[in-house]
């Protein structure tokens, strides 16, 4: 991805360095060539010798300045790239970070540009996504505490009532009975919440 994106905007300037090139040596050759001819010719100067010399000069310098502009353009956009690929490079291996399950992974806070506001934003879907975690994991706990406490009571009624420790008696079919409709409950609770996520998800 890096590679391929300072590509693209090396081949970006090198297609306006070559443009600029085409334009101003047309326009010396069409324009400025011709005006020193006719300037030579003015003040009677053969103009054959200089206008090759001339012409010859100014292809040659504009030679120079188009390699001048490619290795500055190497080299600005190598630079650019590393200053603008450096979050984003750093965002693409907190984003395996979260995808493994560290919700705390931050990017460093970087520039107030585009770059940056993508930074923060990333940063505050983290920041999201750990709360949600934390909300979660807490959720059952409280889901498992709640249910443990009916199966509890279900339980020590069931074996008070197999070692006849508890007559078999209509309070006792009352209370095994509200421990289980209080169990239905937190299971149909914990049900609508899952139905509610997925259909929010």
């Not at 630079?79 to 560290?102: F, K, Y």
């Not at 009916?150 to 078999?168: M, Q, S, W």
């Not at 239905?184 to 609770?189: I, S």
């Amino acid at each position: 991805m890096k590679r391929y994106l300072i590509l693209k905007l090396l081949a970006i300037h090198l297609v306006v360095i070559c443009f600029v090139m085409v334009i101003v040596w047309l326009s010396i050759d069409m324009l400025a060539a011709g005006y020193f001819v006719t300037l030579m010719e003015k003040y009677n100067i053969s103009p054959e010798p200089a206008h090759a010399m001339f012409i010859s000069a100014v292809h040659r310098y504009l030679l120079w300045a188009f390699l001048g502009a490619v290795c500055l353009a190497v080299g600005l956009s190598f630079l650019m790239m590393r200053r603008v690929l450096a979050p984003l490079s750093r965002m693409t291996v907190i984003t395996r970070e979260i995808a493994a399950g560290n919700f705390s992974a931050r990017i460093p806070g970087g520039s107030q540009d585009e770059v940056g506001q993508l930074a923060r934003a990333f940063n505050d879907m983290a920041a999201s996504l750990e709360e949600i975690e934390n909300l979660r994991r807490n959720l059952m706990i409280d889901v498992a505490h709640e249910l443990r406490t009916p199966l509890t009571n279900i339980r020590g009624y069931l074996e008070a009532l197999d070692d006849r420790v508890l007559p078999f008696s209509t309070e006792t079919f009352s209370l095994l009975q509200n421990e289980t409709l209080r169990l239905a409950e937190l299971v149909e609770d914990v049900l609508q919440l899952a139905r509610a996520d997925a259909a929010h998800g």
